[in-house]
Structures are given as C-alpha cells and as structure tokens.
T-cell receptor, first 113, second 106 residues
Framework: NAGVMQNPRHLVRRRGQEARLRCSPM?????VYWYRQLPEEGLKFMVY????????ESGMPKERFSAEFPKEGPSILRIQQVVRGDSAAYFC???????????FGPGTRLTVT | TQLLEQSPQFLSIQEGENLTVYCNSS?????LQWYRQEPGEGPVLLVT?????EVKKLKRLTFQFGDARKDSSLHITAAQPGDTGLYLC??????FGAGTTVTVRA
C-alpha cells in the first residue's frame, strides 16, 4: 500500500511565477491536509479538504493561495505570484476519517528566487 | 485554537543516555499523537494516546498521556544516534507543537 505521495519534491520558482504542489493521498483516504514548515519550526496548518470540499481553510493566507481536491486526481495547492517569503517545505497528510491519524508525504521544498 | 507547547526546544545527549520531552496544553484533548521527523522527510507517526493516564511503549520509547488529557511525555531509554530527529506532538483540531529537536551523539 503506497504512502502519501507528493510531487515535485523540489520546486524552484522566480518571484511572480505560480507554484503548483500535488498530493496523492493513501489509498482509501478521503481527507487531505496541507501544512507549511519553515526551517527548525513545527508544522503550520493551512487547509483541510475532503473530496471536492474545503472543510477548513483557516490557516491559508487570504490572497494568492488556493487548494482543491477534485473527485478524480490529486489534491493541488496553488500559490500564485510567489514571493521570497513563500519559500518553505509544504507537507501534505491524509487520513481515512475526520480527525483521524494523519500520514504525511515527503514534502515539497519550494524555493523562490 | 488549541495550543500545544513542547519542551525543551533542543536536546543534545550522548548515546546511551535517557531523555524526556514534554508536550503541554491548557486544553483537553480527546487524543494526542507523537511524530518523528528526520531532515528532508515528512513526519512519521509514532503513536496515538487516547485515554487519560495511558502509557504506551514502542521498544525504547515510552509515551504517557496525562490523567487530565492536557499533557503528554515521551521518554527514550538508552538513546541511539538513530533516535535523532524532530519530535512533534499533535492533537485536537489540526494543532501541532513546535517540536523538540533531539540530537544523539555517538
């Protein structure tokens, strides 16, 4: 049973470009969470989605950031017009039920130059 | 927001020593998870504790959930270099502590 998959593992973007981060949850998991982590810091919650629905986006910046989890395909975290402050590791986690144990992917490290 | 505070922030010990890290909150949690994260990787779930006073053992790791379900501790016996990593506690509504960075020197 494959774990949570994220791609790309590393992403470099120039300021002003768009970044698209993908997350494929574990088989049978319909709950997806996105987190951001800065060096030597803990995980900051961004958004919680269940198939086709955004359940909680209280941690998501109001501008430039969006997330989706379509009926078919991976969950996407999209950052428009990236700035240097967006540089971080972005982790996706999935769980089989609401507030269930979360299983994390390996992360995408975004560097904005 | 349910805040989880972890202490200490950093811990460096010699191989073979014991260590304890703590996770505290003013809120009550129905369950609490512990994760370990190695550099460049995602967090890996170690254990979930659900009952106040519960103690769970995973080889040399002992996890305890406080009676009031507001705090938890992780104790490592005879630490090894492979125990090096960032230890994170998580609970409630998507709340993570800032973590304890543990370094075990050979």
């Amino acid at each position: 049973n494959a774990g949570v998959m994220q791609n790309p593992r590393h992403l470099v973007r120039r300021r002003g470009q768009e970044a698209r981060l993908r997350c494929s949850p574990m088989k049978g998991h319909s709950h997806v969470y996105w987190y951001r982590q800065l060096p030597e810091e803990g995980l900051k919650f961004m958004v919680y989605l269940q198939k086709e629905n955004i359940i909680d986006e209280s941690g998501m910046p109001k501008e430039r950031f969006s997330a989706e989890f379509p009926k078919e395909g991976p969950s996407i975290l999209r950052i428009q017009q990236v700035v240097r402050g967006d540089s971080a590791a972005y982790f996706c986690a999935s769980s089989p039920r609401e507030r269930g144990e979360q299983y994390f992917g390996p992360g995408t490290r975004l560097t904005v130059t | 927001t349910q805040l989880l505070e972890q202490s200490p922030q950093f811990l460096s010990i010699q191989e073979g020593e014991n260590l304890t890290v703590y996770c505290n909150s003013s809120s009550v949690f129905s369950s609490l998870q512990w994760y370990r994260q190695e550099p460049g990787e995602g967090p890996v779930l170690l254990v979930t504790v659900v009952t106040g006073g519960e103690v769970k053992k995973l080889k040399r790791l002992t996890f305890q959930f406080g009676d009031a379900r507001k705090d938890s501790s992780l104790h490592i016996t005879a630490a090894q270099p492979g125990d090096t990593g960032l230890y994170l506690c998580a609970g409630g509504k998507l709340s993570f502590g800032a973590g304890t960075t543990v370094t075990v020197r050979a």
